[in-house]
């Protein structure tokens, strides 16, 4: 808490003067807010706490330092050198708190100065959440609540905004380096930080608490296929089947509710593209962030002001089908989009992947189905399915558990089509195991039956054992049967 120093005693209501408050060697800062004479004569009156009084404190001298500070640099150093600012932000800092009439300790000082920093050079009051790695999403919803997501469970933070002024001047500086812009004409907005991370913006008329943001952060080191299978996303077995579809150029496609991880694990999946191949990936707003060196990154363009200029996603995939690709990753499909690519993977482009919103393996392909028809095509259903049967091949579904947990749940493959149905049949499931010592865990298991699509994985040399396949049943009954 701060503590305010006072270098004369102000007089009582019948012109004495009251005692100092305490301000003996030792004393706390709770001690001297607490002092009759501070709660009773100092700038914050009537019926406050010793916590209300402290943040109003802090909240009054960061405004006043934020505004000399501001001042001072406009006149002084040249903005575009970020380094070269805060050193100044720092040194003015310093300078500008020997004149204030408040002392804090050592742990608040420092405190005090980043955010300063946070609000000159970064992200404002959510500076702090943006670097913290264990937070994996930010809710601002208005200027007074700010939520995150830590390990699958949301939770209110003790973080606010000043107004909804402060929110929008935050909003501006993430949007206005990708040439976004968001107003009242246009309060809706998809934007990225320099990380990566997704960032969906909304503001009045059309929100009613004040201007919001969603930030979807990214890991700064994306995680590795090992990450996945120590955190349980995905069995070791699974991982290594997928490995083999992904280098033997099956069309993939990665379905899940929201929030279930489907773009992170898409990143994962693409690690296994060979070096020599050339990708392009098409995006809303960039994400994905793959480690080979031949990738061409796409990135959709939202209509500027007037209403012109966009570049919509099936504008991408279009033209990426005239760039020579190996493979074509699209980060999301949701719309047109979805006719183009069935275009291309029908017409000799294996090996692409795309993530889906569905609510099961069969619904991805409803979904599929619906899209296609959005592109405003008279095509009849039976053809479209038959489109997407020959398409893509596997379909991996992603859920978030109870526990926060995000899983892959099934892995199905298409297998072909008959009487206007689309056939499928899963390799792996989620199930239910039991351990030795009695408790409960999941587990993703093979189901017993060996894919069709062992043929183009053997063509490509990417050869499974005979027993691979194999449910955790079928073993355990092939054992007993050896045994006797």
Known sequence: MPVVRRKTPPPTANGKQQPAPVTRPGATPTEVLTSTSYLSTGPLRGSV???????????????????????????????SDVMAVRREIERLFSRFMAEEDVILNRTERAKLQDQLIAEILGYGPIQELINNDNVSEIMVNGPTQVWIEQEGRLSLTDIHFSDDEHVMRIINRIVAPLGRHVDEASPMVDARLPDGS????????????????????????????DDMIRLGTISD?????????????????????????????????????????RIITIEDAAELQLQQVHVIPLEARPPNIEGAGQVAIRDLVINALRMRPDRIIV????????????QAMNTGHDGCMTT???????????RIETMVLMAGTELPSRAIREQVSSAFDMVVYMDRLQDGSR?????????????ETILMQDIFRLEVVQDPDGRERTELQPTGIRPLSMRKLERARNYMPIDFFEAPAQIASSLSRGGV
Not at 356 to 366: A, E, K, Q, Y
């Open 49 to 79: 706490s010793v916590q209300q009084a402290s943040k109003q404190v802090l909240l009054e001298l960061k405004n006043r330092l934020h505004a000399k500070i501001i001042a001072e640099l406009r006149d002084s150093i040249d903005l």
């Open 198 to 225: 997704r960032v969906n913006v909304i503001i009045p008329p059309l929100s009613l608490i004040g201007p919001t943001i969603s930030i979807r952060k990214f890991k700064r080191v994306p995680l590795a296929v």
């Open 237 to 277: 077995k699974a991982m290594t089947f997928l490995e083999a579809c992904v280098k033997s150029g099956l069309n993939i496609i990665v379905a899940g509710g929201t929030s279930t991880g489907k773009t992170t694990f898409l990143n994962v999946l693409s690690q296994f593209v060979p070096e020599e191949e």
């Open 331 to 342: 980060g999301e499909c949701r719309g047109k989009e979805a006719l183009d690519m069935l």
């Open 356 to 366: 889906i919103h569905s609510n099961g393996p069969r619904d991805t392909l409803s």
């Open 407 to 419: 899983k892959v749940t099934t892995i199905s493959e298409i297998v072909g089509f008959q009487e």
